[in-house]
């Protein structure tokens, strides 16, 4: 599975693509920043994004994209500009019908090095960990979308490794089945 991370921003946007698999080592297929410090106008920022999304896309035709959510703060007008920023990204996913997840800040932190609270460096570590990859302090910024990346990752294979597990158990039996469950509990029907 290939899986486009991203983490929005109009000032930098960090990107990262992986390519997964369950018996092999989740390799990085492309890191990097995408800087936008230098173009003042916020639609011209945002023509950029979309079209940098849309040539990674294109380039590695992922399979899936994770997004970063924007974390509310005080100021309303960066979260005003996170949100764009994280729109036209979903955008440019969707014109190529790539799905997209979204992930808050937290739940990535945490399924990366099991601390929701964790810094940037500390992602970093343990990415560099878990990963084969020239990393480099360039990096750094880059290391939220490939968090992202990695988060989904993990999300999927649990998701996945449940489905197989619950698939295999047998729930026919009276005590277990969701018709028993349902039959000593009308009041509870959606």
């Given at each position: ?18 390519k ?40 590695f035709n ?14 309303v ?5 996170l949100g ?19 992930y ?5 932190k945490?399924?990366?090095?099991g601390?929701g609270?964790?810094s ?5 570590k ?11 302090d ?5 290391t939220?979308?490939?968090a992202?990346?990695l ?9 996945t ?9 047998k ?7 969701w018709?028993?469950?349902i039959?000593k ?6």
């Amino acid at each position: 599975m290939i899986i486009i991370g991203i983490d929005p921003g109009t000032i930098r946007m960090g990107y990262a693509v992986i390519k997964t698999h369950p018996s092999i080592k989740t390799e990085v297929l492309k890191l990097g920043i995408l800087d936008l410090k230098n173009i003042r106008e916020q639609a011209e920022k945002l023509k950029v994004i979309y079209e940098e999304i849309q040539s990674l896309i294109r380039h590695f035709n992922p399979d899936t994209m994770a997004i970063e959510a924007p974390f509310y703060g005080k100021n309303v007008q960066s979260m005003l500009k996170l949100g764009r920023a994280q729109g036209i990204a979903m955008a440019a996913a969707f014109v190529h019908k790539v799905p997209v997840t979204e992930y808050a800040p937290k739940q990535i932190k945490l399924s990366i090095t099991g601390n929701g609270n964790a810094s940037k460096e500390q992602v970093f570590k343990m990415l560099q960990n878990l990963l084969t990859f020239p990393f480099q302090d360039k990096y750094l910024d880059a290391t939220d979308a490939l968090a992202t990346a990695l988060c989904h990752y993990f999300h999927f294979k649990n998701y996945t490794s449940n489905e197989v597990i619950l698939s295999k158990k047998k729930y026919t039996s009276s005590k277990n089945s969701w018709k028993n469950f349902i039959d000593k509990n009308p009041h509870r029907k959606i």
